[in-house]
């Protein structure tokens, strides 16, 4: 047996380390390419994360011949090999691989295929073709299809997606609390003035994951409106509500009302709060917060989860607002 044929076999070993060495290998043969390429694919459905990613890494290296098979193999018959050719676009962005995602998301009897071709569609390929399909999919039965397009739609920015405001709009009421919350953060990335209405009442969603999500939304929404609504969030019983309240307040003009939640902020148990509040603040340049943030210089010892002490975002606030006096 020649060395591409034992490595192609050594794929199939039972033993990882064989088989991540064997696709090493195999993404380096001149020889037989067409053989190994497909040898690849059929691997593709690798469980071993570190082996799935060296067989990807080879099909890469593989080049041209190797994209437009992958390409092919989006309509292999086992749906986890179609899945993963999908995934291979994350890593080699090729736009002639559009069509062939647009019918999966479209066509497609397995809703997991649907749904990572509905996501690589979006944030990764980002190609215009891609709009009108992936608006046809927020109606999609699987709750995971309309969850992957409305974050693609958030992600795209042609005129064309506007179209999209509607549809998202009436999925703020979707039963599946993913697909609420990433229609709130795509119609805050795409929409106008108009989804403030409806994005305002998803503040006090059961699920906190769309009520962070919402509150992300509405950043750069200057309306009093808006100001309070989120302002009520730093009260919020969950603490990356709190936090992400904190952040969105910082992109919205200041109000009386916010400066007076943020202040009660500062008194947050959690040490992410403390830090987006202090921060806020120092962004109001209001001195009438100074001796709260100077407590906080002189008292707090809290570190958020990266290490970044509170006193120092309280210090670096009162900087800002002493320079601007």
Same mark, same amino acid.
């Given at each position: 047996? $020649?060395?591409?044929?034992?490595?192609?076999?050594?794929?199939?070993?039972?033993?990882?380390?064989?088989?991540?060495?064997?696709?090493? =290998?195999?993404?380096?043969?001149?020889?037989?390419?067409? !053989?190994?390429?497909?040898?690849?694919? $059929? !691997?593709?459905?690798?469980?071993?994360?570190?082996?799935?990613?060296?067989?990807?890494?080879?099909?890469?290296?593989?080049?041209?011949? *190797?994209?437009?098979?992958?390409?092919?193999?989006?309509?292999?018959?086992?749906?986890?090999?179609?899945?993963?050719?999908?995934?291979?676009?994350?890593?080699?962005? $090729?736009?002639?691989?559009?069509?062939?995602?647009?019918?999966?998301?479209?066509?497609?009897?397995?809703? #997991?295929?649907?749904?990572?071709?509905?996501?690589?569609?979006?944030?990764?390929?980002?190609?215009?073709?891609?709009?009108?399909?992936?608006? #046809?999919?927020?109606?999609?039965?699987?709750?995971?299809?309309? &969850?992957? !397009?409305?974050?693609?739609?958030?992600?795209? &920015? &042609?005129?064309?997606?506007?179209?999209?405001?509607?549809?998202?709009?009436?999925?703020?009421?979707?039963?599946?609390?993913?697909?609420?919350?990433?229609?709130?953060?795509?119609?805050?990335?795409?929409?106008?003035?108009?989804?403030?209405?409806?994005?305002?009442?998803?503040?006090?969603?059961?699920?906190?994951?769309?009520?962070?999500?919402?509150?992300?939304?509405?950043?750069?929404?200057?309306?009093?409106?808006?100001?309070?609504?989120?302002?009520?969030?730093?009260?919020?019983?969950?603490?990356?509500?709190?936090?992400?309240?904190?952040?969105?307040?910082?992109?919205?003009?200041?109000?009386?009302?916010?400066?007076?939640?943020?202040?009660?902020?500062?008194?947050?148990?959690? =040490?992410?709060?403390?830090? !987006?509040?202090?921060?806020?603040?120092?962004?109001?340049?209001?001195?009438?917060?100074?001796?709260?943030?100077?407590?906080?210089?002189?008292?707090?010892?809290?570190?958020?989860?990266?290490?970044? *002490?509170?006193?120092?975002?309280?210090?670096?606030?009162?900087?800002?607002?002493?320079?601007? #006096?």
């Amino acid at each position: 047996m $020649d060395f591409v044929n034992f490595q192609i076999e050594q794929l199939k070993s039972s033993n990882k380390e064989e088989r991540q060495a064997a696709a090493f =290998a195999l993404g380096k043969v001149n020889d037989n390419k067409q !053989a190994v390429i497909n040898s690849l694919i $059929d !691997a593709l459905a690798e469980p071993d994360e570190d082996v799935y990613r060296t067989i990807r890494e080879a099909l890469q290296k593989l080049g041209e011949l *190797a994209v437009l098979s992958v390409i092919q193999a989006l309509n292999r018959p086992n749906p986890i090999i179609r899945s993963e050719a999908v995934y291979f676009f994350n890593l080699v962005r $090729d736009a002639r691989a559009v069509p062939n995602l647009i019918k999966l998301l479209k066509e497609d009897n397995n809703s #997991e295929v649907r749904s990572v071709a509905a996501g690589m569609l979006g944030g990764i390929l980002m190609d215009k073709r891609s709009v009108k399909p992936l608006i #046809e999919s927020l109606k999609d039965q699987d709750a995971d299809v309309r &969850y992957s !397009a409305a974050i693609s739609l958030g992600q795209l &920015y &042609y005129d064309e997606v506007l179209e999209a405001v509607e549809p998202l709009i009436q999925l703020l009421q979707d039963k599946d609390s993913n697909v609420r919350a990433h229609s709130a953060y795509a119609l805050g990335q795409i929409g106008g003035d108009e989804v403030n209405t409806p994005l305002i009442p998803l503040l006090e969603d059961e699920d906190e994951d769309v009520r962070m999500w919402t509150t992300t939304a509405l950043m750069r929404r200057n309306s009093n409106e808006v100001v309070e609504a989120v302002s009520k969030r730093l009260k919020d019983p969950s603490p990356k509500v709190r936090e992400s309240a904190a952040n969105t307040l910082r992109t919205l003009s200041s109000s009386k009302l916010a400066i007076d939640y943020l202040l009660k902020a500062l008194e947050d148990e959690v =040490a992410e709060v403390r830090y !987006a509040a202090a921060e806020t603040l120092g962004e109001t340049a209001n001195k009438r917060v100074l001796p709260a943030l100077q407590l906080l210089k002189d008292k707090d010892t809290g570190k958020t989860r990266l290490g970044y *002490a509170v006193k120092e975002a309280a210090a670096t606030a009162i900087e800002y607002i002493r320079q601007r #006096e």
